[in-house]
């Protein structure tokens, strides 16, 4: 599969510490090479919505009840609060 140009930069997908960065500093995992890489060869993710929310949410709205997870203990530095 075609990952595109871009994703030697995706260093929250596979780091090992390029583009400067810490390797696993930001998704806190054990492993730095998450190998996902992989999973495309079968799922295409058809029908999947993911978002990422930074601020200014409104967590009691009708549309985000029940479907979110906000997990504040999963934060890991560096990291704006």
Do not use: C, K
């Not at 995706?10 to 930001?26: A, H, K, L, M, S």
């Not at 993911?50 to 009840?65: C, F, K, M, P, S």
């Amino acid at each position: 599969m075609q990952f595109g140009p871009l994703f030697d930069q995706q260093w929250y997908i596979y780091n090992d510490g390029q583009e400067g960065r810490t390797p696993r500093v930001d998704l806190n995992l054990i492993d730095p090479d998450p190998n996902t890489s992989n999973v495309w060869d079968d799922y295409r993710g058809e029908g999947v919505s993911i978002g990422v929310v930074d601020t200014g949410v409104q967590a009691t709205h009708e549309n985000l009840i029940g479907n979110y997870d906000f997990d504040p203990e999963g934060l890991t530095p560096p990291y704006d609060p």
